[in-house]
């Protein structure tokens, strides 16, 4: 089992970057794909971004690619979520998430993670 923990939530304004850490728990965190979601007010949770075990595979959503960066240090169990170019439209809660193994047609779907951490709110001004 797993414990995650997000920080680095905050308010910027519209252009503005964030990065948000994720500190997992236990020694095995390294066998574990991690991924980012987040949830707007009354909004259903969406995928953003996961990274594969080792890091050497990348995927995002299309709404965040080529300003949103997910990295990990297995050293330091942290997963980040590097947000650049920040709109409006990015203002919800920031969950980071894990599974062991996540099939490539689950990757995108909350259901296909086993631990979630409690959120950290992103909010984006005008």
């Known amino acids: 089992q797993v414990q995650l923990v997000?920080?680095?939530?905050g308010l910027v304004q519209a252009g503005g970057s964030l990065r948000l850490s994720c500190a997992a728990s236990g020694r095995t965190f390294s066998s574990y794909?991690?991924?980012?979601?987040?949830?707007?007010?009354?909004?259903?949770?969406?995928?953003?971004?996961m990274i594969s075990l080792s890091g050497d595979t990348e995927y995002y959503a299309d709404s965040v690619k080529g300003r949103f960066t997910i990295s990990r240090d297995n050293a330091k169990n942290t997963v980040y979520l590097q947000m650049n170019s920040l709109n409006?439209?990015?203002?919800?809660?920031?969950?980071?998430a894990a599974a062991r193994y996540v099939h490539s047609t689950m990757r995108t779907r909350a259901d296909g993670y086993d631990y979630w951490g409690q959120g950290t709110q992103v909010t984006v001004s005008s």
């Open 33 to 49: 794909v991690m991924g980012w979601f987040r949830q707007a007010r009354g909004k259903e949770r969406e995928f953003v971004t």
């Open 6 to 9: 997000e920080s680095g939530g």
């Open 88 to 96: 409006e439209e990015a203002t919800a809660v920031y969950y980071c």
